[in-house]
């Protein structure tokens, strides 16, 4: 079946930390992985992503790697700032749509 | 023109009202779809519609109904909807492929039904 399965649910940081957050998909035939941030009360917004020819897309601050092997890709930020608070979405192609993971509230203090 | 825009931005009807919530977007995208979102969810898909034909309803109830009047434009009436239809409406568009091409998301509309 269709699945994407995203973990944790919630990650709290101090700021300057990383974040790192983790997803699994089901359909081998996958070939394109966005990863969304939406803030509260704002429409999800595309922040990377990376199709299945590369193992690795980075772009400043944000990173996503791919291993398809092992059918999981992941999302890291680096030295993380109060602004990158959100709830982070990841997507992977299903049968017929996009199907999306289930959220990461990400919290960092400052 | 990189956006998609919807309106209105906030609705508040009562479950005899019809309305209707109106998408826009001119990026050349030929893949237009709706979303529901509820709180600290993902978005769920509700209907895609490509080159201006519906191609996928996620069996939604008859009450939404989607319209596309044109390759810009995306519109969802609204009829006799329950309170449990409150939510985010968030319309999406894409180049053409609905499972590789990139979704850009408009800003939602928040609905509320008493």
């Known amino acids: 079946g269709e699945n994407v399965e995203q973990h944790p649910s919630t990650l709290s940081v101090q700021e300057g930390d990383s974040a790192v957050i983790k997803c699994t998909y089901s359909?081998?035939?996958?070939?394109?992985f966005p990863w969304y941030k939406q803030e509260l009360g704002k429409r999800p917004q595309l922040i990377i992503d990376?199709?299945?020819?590369?193992g690795e897309k980075k772009d400043q601050r944000i990173a996503v790697t791919l291993n398809k092997t092992a059918k999981h890709f992941s999302l890291h930020i680096t030295e993380t700032q109060p602004e990158d608070s959100a709830v982070y979405f990841c997507?992977?192609?299903?049968?017929?749509?996009?199907?999306f993971g289930t959220g990461t509230r990400l919290l960092v203090s400052p | 023109d990189t956006e998609v825009t919807q309106t209105p931005k906030h609705l508040v009807m009562g479950m005899t009202n019809k309305k209707s919530l109106k998408c826009e977007q001119h990026?050349?995208?030929?893949?237009m779809y709706w979303y529901k979102q509820k709180a600290k969810k993902p978005p769920e898909l509700m209907f895609v519609?490509?080159?201006?034909?519906?191609?996928i309803n996620e069996s939604v109830p008859s009450r939404f109904s989607p319209e596309c009047p044109n390759s810009s434009l995306l519109n969802l009436h609204l009829h006799a909807l329950q309170p449990e239809d409150s939510a985010l409406y968030l319309c999406?568009?894409?180049?053409?492929?609905?499972?590789?091409?990139?979704?850009?998301f408009g800003p939602g509309t928040r609905l509320t039904v008493l």
């Open positions: 999406a568009s894409s180049k053409v492929g609905v499972r590789t091409d990139t979704q850009y």
């Open positions: 359909d081998s035939a996958s070939n394109y």
């Open positions: 990376i199709r299945s020819n590369v």
């Open positions: 997507a992977a192609p299903g049968t017929q749509k996009l199907v």
């Open positions: 990026m050349g995208h030929r893949a």
């Open positions: 519609y490509s080159y201006e034909k519906l191609s």
